[in-house]
């Protein structure tokens, strides 16, 4: 999969912005300290390894790790996309108990890379009459994170300074989050999958699942004050899902049809 063609136009922009500011004010304080600002990569590393270990304390001690013996339904999953993907290795992958949270997150330290499921979304997206899709997409997601670089430690390093200015570092974060949608879509080939599984997040609730209509959860948008919905969208790391709902929607079509309806067979 080449990933620089789903990217999303906004993290190609942002991601161009974030990465020549960044240079720029390493190279000022590299000049400025006589390199020695390089001295502190030795206590951010050692506090990444420190951190890493007391992680892995937490995960493996307390979370069901996924893999060949442990629902090995989830791991097949996770090996399909890992190497659709072209990752070199497969993220460790684990189901946290989240007390009614539902979310899933990556994660990375300086070279292990996690993905953390939330037991109730898990529960939530895998419905026993086979909805895989919903889930797949989901850790497809989170898989993309790690894809496309949203995770690489020295790329974020070199970001750092220029997602510190206010705004930005949110534009950044919020554009990755609709390349990681983009990914997710393509690789579960489930257009309707992939919608659902985004406002089943809204939602919460299992029991709507059949019963969720698209387009008036998209309309819901023109009902999001104008000048409030900005305010607040300008501080958050993720767009609102109503947003998320729509570009999925519109990526979709701009699709061949054998694409959005794998059921679809291309003449
Ligand atoms: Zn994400």
Known sequence: MNISEIRHPKEALYRTICLIVGSLIWLALLLGTYFFI????IP?????????????????GNAVNVNS???PAIDTIAKEFTASLDLKKQ????????QGMTNALAIKFLSGKYVLLYSD???????????????RFVIAHELAHHAAGHMNFWTNLIMKPAKLIPFLGAAYNRSCELTSDRIAAELVKNQKASIDALIALASGSASLFDLTDKVAFIEQENRVPSGFGFIQEVGSSHPRMTKRVMAVNEYGHSKPAAVRNPNVQAA
């Open 69 to 71: 013996k442990q629902y």
């Open 44 to 60: 951010i590393a050692i506090s990444l390894w420190i951190a890493e270990k007391f992680f892995q304390v937490s995960v493996y």
């Open 38 to 41: 390089l001295i502190f990569l």
């Open 91 to 98: 993220p460790e992958i684990f189901v946290v108990n989240s």
């Open 121 to 135: 979304l898990v529960d939530l997206l895998w419905q026993k009459d086979n909805k895989e899709d919903q889930l």
